[in-house]
């Protein structure tokens, strides 16, 4: 039980008593010995870097007071450096000497000039000083920049009145004195100017206080003692050169473009004026006369200007002057009459402006978003302003923005003609086996290109040669693509148009039925407008595309590579075709050009094969006469020239591509090698008619009596013998091409004719004759896979 009672650290003082007990017991108690360390060890590190982050922060501030006792330090040895005896006998002789000389004399003129031309040195450092920081006035106070503008305004307004007095009595001073008041001026006119640019900059701004407008106007009143007529009238100037300065601004900000913050400066200049006039404006000039200008708390709180010890030099004058301005010369018609004339030209620069600006928009979407904006800004706004109908210029606007739509609609579609540049360049410098040079299907260079990442490239290929695109045919559809997607830009774009909503803020009231009409006019009727438009142009461009293809079709017809170029143009127009807009009047283009392009690549590829036919037709015996079948022995398959034919065919026509032969082509195919071989066939059968009719009839020229009867009798019988096999045979093969060559329409064509002239000339029963066509019939269906495109 001894063994199995946990043992006690603290009750081994020694390692050879702890050795006493068990291993399990003795394992456990280096455990518990072997934690408490860490325990302890992490204490010890906690309290060391505490220790040391105290030290640290211990020493920082040593520091900080060794620097703070040498300012102290610096401070008092120039407090006791202006405490000495001699610094505060010369003050105390300064300040008696000034006493004794008083007001009057010579002396006290000298003090005057000095005091006035003091004060007016700084009114220069302090209103630079007010237009540099823009709010920072001495004393810790903090102000609005409008009052700041006010501040300045008043400074100089003393500057001036200063600047008159020592200019007065300039004439008795030193030519030293005269020069540095002349300077002097200078530097306030130039202070005066800035403060005038400052005060524009201001009244210029959209989204700032309405009562920083009025501070800023208030000073302008003050710094050209301008009445509230003026005022307004300057303002609405200033606002007006503003709009126009909008438009100008070549480096605009793209989120704010110049159309935007113009149509901002219009919508406020017209809700600040009405908010303005007459009472605001009249209250704040009038505020500035309540008392003289030395009386202001805010230019003597100016410790620059140092007015508590100089402004006992200034006079009455000065020191009782009162802005004089005119408040009350602005009444309510008048403001009306000024703010609908500014109003209306305005609205002139705005639209003239826009419709400028819009020009230089090549975007479509940049279009329609700078739509947006100046419309949402207007509805926002431009209600607001009493007196104005907002229809007008929100009419203005839309005609501007949707003439432009409609300048590049037109623009964007009118690139198609680039599709038939494009054809055109490529026909003029055709090479043939380069230009229409195709790569294989099965060529051992496709299996050499990459096929990571989706292997996009290698699927490009496979489809590119599958339906036979070309160098030439792809540069072509690639830059089809690419107007395309113009094109549905546009037409996306337009969606989104219809889908807009133009309701004001909710805390306006507004008449549900304007809303509507609103609405109906901006999502309906400009939407509908631009897609017509778009429709009608596209209409047009496809027109003349069209037309410009049948063009160079015509141009090249007399061309020997007229068949290969008829192959180009036909897969030009298919693969222009499959990515035709959905208009329902643009799904009819390039339909009447296929038909002759079908007719020149029939005749491209059945040229050869069919000639090479008609060399067969020549034949005065059947090849394979022992293969015949039944009773009576009749053919059972074509000669082997019909057979070649078919073969040659269908060999030609998978080297034209087989991407070409839609059921359409193949049509035209069958159809024009009906009428050739038909033809071909006529023509031999036609000549074997003309010699045997002239050897059956002719004579023997040395005027010996030819071959007995039964000579002659027998010849004939097997020359008519092997004609009845050849016709029979070429039955046959007629049967078997009116099976292959089979399309609508060809009940009454020239094979069929051939095949009745043939079957005219044979003399079968009527059951052998249905043998022939049965069997015709029935080698085609087992045969037909064997010619691959042409079945």
Known sequence: MAANKTLDPSTCTSASE????????????????TVELDEKNARLRTLVGGSYRQLLGTAETILQMREDIEHVEEKLGRVGKGCGRGVIG????????????????????????????KVLEMCAVVVGKLLRKGGGVEGGNKSGKGKILVLAAKVLVLSRLLAKSVGDTAGKRSAEDQESVAELKKKLGTLRRKLLRAIEKTAEKVDGDRDDLIQALSAHSLATSSGAKDVIRHFLHIRGEAMALAFDDEEQESDNPGVVRALELYTRTLLDVQALVPR????ALASLKTKP?????????????RLDVCDKWFGDEILFFTPYIRHDDLEGSQAVEMLKGWAKRASEVMLEGLAKSLGQMADFKTVVAIRTRILEIWIQEGGKAKGFDPSILLNGLRKA??????????????????????????????????TDHQESLWDSSLLEMDISNGASLFKQNILARTHGRTDAVSRVFRGYQTWRHLVDEISAVIAQLKKQRWDDDLEDIEDDLAVESRNALLSTEDPKMLQEHLDTSLEEAYQVLNEKISALLTTYEDSEQIGQMSVYLLRVIRD????????????????????????????????????????????????????????????????PGTFKLLHSLALAMAKAGGDLWSPAAVAGLKRNLRKTVAAKWGEVLNAKAEVNGTTNGEVSTDGQEAVDGKE???????AAEKNDDVLIQTLFDVLLL?????????????????????????????VAKKRVFSAAKEYWKRTALLFGLLA
């Open 18 to 33: 702890a050795f006493k007990h068990p291993l399990p017991q003795v394992r456990q108690f280096h455990r518990s010995l």
């Open 90 to 117: 010369g003050k105390a002789s300064g300040l008696a000497k000034l006493n004794a000389g008083g007001r009057g004399g010579k002396k006290g003129e000298d003090l005057a000039w000095a005091a006035k031309v």
């Open 280 to 283: 605001r404006l009249s209250e």
């Open 293 to 305: 200008l030395l009386k202001d708390d805010s230019i003597r709180n100016l410790e620059g200007l």
């Open 401 to 434: 923005v949707n003439d432009r739509m409609v300048s590049l609609i037109e623009s964007r579609v009118s690139k198609l003609h680039l599709v038939a540049t494009e054809v055109e360049g490529t026909l003029g410098v055709w090479r043939e086996g380069v």
């Open 576 to 639: 222009l075709r499959t990515e035709l807009p959905t208009n329902i009047s643009l799904q009819s283009f390039g339909l009447p050009l296929v038909e002759p392009l079908h007719q020149r690549l029939a005749s491209e590829v059945s040229a050869k094969p069919v000639q090479i036919f008609s060399k067969s037709c020549t034949r005065k015996k059947v090849p394979g006469r022992a293969l015949w079948e039944g009773n009576p022995e009749l053919p059972v398959q074509p000669s």
């Open 712 to 718: 002659k009798s027998a010849t004939l019988e097997v």
């Open 738 to 766: 009116q099976s292959a060559f089979e399309v609508q329409g060809a009940d009454a064509d020239e094979l069929v004719k051939f095949g009745e002239i043939v079957d005219g000339k044979i003399e079968l029963d009527s």
